[in-house]
Structures are given as structure tokens and as C-alpha cells.
């Protein structure tokens, strides 16, 4: 069994009979005629695509899902000396872009039902160099924007989705990337909307930071060999957009089996005694870009399900606030930070097998492996 089952994904059949290889090489070959390798015709038809589906007026697509946190923190002025709060339960990403800029990541404990930041130990995390928010949508579901965002206003703060894991929810009919200031997501091949290859978008309303992040993206460029902004090389490669494009007829289908395939695991985990199934926040769908359970023992359950033949993973074993790489980063800021939640989060959570065409079957001997190995190592460690 395959933890994420890319190869799955190339058969899938689309609306217009043909299979997404097919439709991928057609869109391949087609740059491969016209040679726009970079920023070519696909780049901006995948953006007008996206920003249609997320339903806000700008989409720049870029390098991957890093870039795009780092671009928004730019076009933002984000600089040495100021702090960015955002949650210590995520990807290296989220602090890492902002220590890039020399500035400090200060870490909020999160909601111990879904993950996410909790809105409720924000405000006091705030200070006169707080510059952004960035809360992450993680596994899947959209964070608590109606809260985070009445407290960002009040500041006058932007909030920056992370929704590299959430592209293609909802929070109250509307979509994951387009909840706040600017939503960031990422196309690495695992992620709900994956490419064969890096690539990342930011999306906004607002006209003047999209122009930043585009400019910001291309060099600070506005005219050739004329830079306005410090920049990075930061665009999609035609050929990624390209891609995207050619897999883009299946999304819809995609994030639909994903809430079935996600409700189906709570479904027969809760069955045999199960409970710490994700909950969905409500008004919140989620595209389950993890599917993941807490388990006590977690080392010794993981080792079970793997002789049985069954792939997990643990995102994360360790809270950003606690990474090497950013030890002296952490130690600018004179905020203690306190988060338990995280932390037993980080200690307990794994992710099953998850993806949009995982079987009835194959779910049935996840449950069935995962319920066995939580009995023998209770049992074992009890003894
Ligand atoms: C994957 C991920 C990123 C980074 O995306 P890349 O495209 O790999 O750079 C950032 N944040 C979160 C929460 C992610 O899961």
C-alpha cells in the first residue's frame, strides 16, 4: 500500500474521455512547440484559472509553496527586527521564510480539536513589532479566519494563509487562499493540488500588494533591467504550469473523494473505538492532505502497521519553535512561549495512508492494523 498513490492519479479519466497522462504530455508537447519556457502563455491561464476557483482577483503563481510565504512576507515589507506570529505546529516553510528575512517567528499554542492556531492566545502574542500573521491550515481545513481576522483588523495586521495543505476547502462557502489579506499554497506533488514537480501561488484582492508579489517575484523587475524591489527568482516554469493545467479538469473530483475518503477513515475508525479522528471545525470542509489520528505509543504502533505493509508518517515530530536551524533566531525575541498543546500534538499525532483513490479495502486494513496494533502495544507496555 502507498502512503500517497501518484501513479493512481496519472489513469484517472477526465471530463473530456482522455486520462491525465494523456492530457499532461498534450500540455507538454504544446510548450515544447512554442519554447516560451519562461512565463510563457500557461503561466498566465493557470492563474486566471485559480483565481476564478479561489474566488479573489489575483493569482501569481510561483517557484513553489516557500517562495510564495517568502514573496507575501516582502511584498509586505517584512524586515530584520520585526516579529511574525504563526503557530510552531507546521513545515519548516513558515518560520523558515520569516529568520530569512531577519526577522523573528513568535509561536501561538494551537486548538487541540483541529491543530490550528487558537484565536483565543493570539492577542496577547501581539507587540508594537508584530508585522504579519500567519496562521497554517493544516492537514486539510482552513484555520479560525473569522476569529484571527477581527483581531488582525483591530491591530491592523495582514494575515497571510499558509494553505499549501488546503487548497480546495472551505470555510462558510468560501474558499481556503482566499480568507484573508493573502492565502499562499504550494503544488509539491503530495499536496492536494500537486504538480510533477515545485511549484507554489499566492492569491489576493488586493491590487497593490498582487503587483508587489508579482514584481517581488521576478526580480523587483518593472521593466527590463529596471528592478523597483529587492526580489527573488521566484516564477513557475512554464512547463509546471503547464502541467497543472493538464490535471486541472480532475480537481473538482479530487477534493470531493478526498471529504468522502476523509469521512469514511472517522467513520469505521470511530466503529471500533477509535475517537481521536480529526474534527472539522464548523463551516469547514477539509481536503484531508493528511489524514491523522493521535495514538499513544506512536513509535511502537507505527513499527506494527509497517510489518503489516502499511505506510505513516508524523507531521511534525518536532515544533518549529524547537528546531536547531533556529535557535539563535528564537533567542531575539524576549517572548516566552508556552504550548503544551503543540507539543503533545507533536508527540502523539500519525498520519494514515491517505489520497484520493485509496479502496474501501485498503482502508479496511488500515483500520483493522491500526485498531490490532493499538491493542498489542497497550497490552505490552502494560505487562
Ligand atoms: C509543503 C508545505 C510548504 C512548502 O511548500 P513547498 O512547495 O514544498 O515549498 C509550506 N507550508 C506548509 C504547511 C506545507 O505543508
Not at 485498503?362 to 502495544?377: R, S, Y
Amino acid at each position: 500500500m502507498q502512503f500517497i498513490d501518484l501513479e493512481a492519479q496519472q489513469r484517472q479519466q477526465l471530463p473530456d474521455g482522455r486520462i491525465i497522462r494523456e492530457a499532461v504530455d498534450a500540455r507538454i508537447a504544446s510548450v515544447l512547440n512554442h519554447g516560451c519556457y519562461i512565463l510563457g502563455p500557461e503561466v498566465k491561464e493557470l492563474e486566471t484559472t485559480l483565481s476564478a476557483y479561489v474566488g479573489v482577483e489575483h493569482c501569481i503563481a510561483v517557484a513553489s509553496g516557500t517562495d510564495a510565504l517568502l514573496i507575501a512576507l516582502m511584498a509586505l515589507g517584512v524586515q530584520a527586527g520585526d516579529e511574525v506570529i504563526t503557530t510552531p505546529f507546521s513545515f519548516i516553510s513558515t518560520s523558515e521564510t520569516i529568520a530569512l528575512l531577519g526577522a523573528t517567528p513568535v509561536y501561538v499554542d494551537i486548538d487541540p480539536a483541529t491543530y490550528n492556531l487558537d484565536p483565543n492566545k493570539l492577542e496577547p502574542a501581539i507587540s508594537e513589532r508584530t508585522k504579519a500573521i500567519i496562521p497554517v491550515s493544516l492537514y486539510g481545513q482552513p484555520s479560525d479566519f473569522p476569529a484571527i481576522n477581527v483581531i488582525a483588523e483591530r491591530y491592523g495586521l495582514p494575515v497571510i494563509e499558509d494553505g499549501a495543505q488546503s487548497f480546495g476547502s472551505q470555510q462558510h462557502g468560501r474558499r481556503s487562499c482566499g480568507l484573508s489579506t493573502i492565502g499562499t499554497t504550494s503544488f509539491f506533488p503530495s499536496k492536494p493540488f500537486g504538480g510533477y514537480g515545485d511549484g507554489g501561488a499566492c492569491f489576493t484582492d488586493d491590487p497593490e500588494l498582487a503587483d508587489r508579489m508579482r514584481r517581488v517575484s521576478r526580480h523587483g523587475q518593472v521593466r527590463r533591467y529596471i528592478h523597483t524591489d529587492i526580489g527573488v527568482n521566484g516564477r513557475i516554469d512554464t512547463l509546471q504550469a503547464a502541467i497543472l493545467l493538464g490535471k486541472w479538469p480532475n480537481f473538482a473530483q479530487e477534493v470531493e473523494q478526498r471529504g468522502r475518503i476523509g469521512a469514511t477513515y472517522s467513520r469505521k475508525l470511530q466503529a471500533v473505538g477509535i475517537t481521536t479522528t480529526p474534527q472539522l471545525a464548523i463551516g469547514n470542509t477539509s481536503v484531508y492532505s493528511q489524514y491523522t489520528v493521535q495514538v499513544d505509543h506512536r513509535a511502537d504502533v507505527q513499527a506494527a502497521l509497517k510489518e503489516r505493509g502499511i505506510p505513516t508518517a508524523v507531521h511534525y515530530p518536532t515544533l518549529l519553535s524547537q528546531q536547531p536551524a533556529l535557535r539563535s533566531v528564537h533567542s531575539r525575541s524576549c517572548q516566552g512561549w508556552h504550548m503544551p498543546v503543540a507539543q503533545e500534538a507533536s508527540e502523539t499525532v500519525m498520519s494514515l495512508p491517505m489520497h484520493p483513490w485509496l479502496s474501501d479495502e485498503d482502508q479496511d486494513l488500515v483500520v483493522n492494523a491500526l485498531v490490532t496494533a493499538i491493542h498489542q502495544t497497550s497490552v505490552s507496555s502494560a505487562a
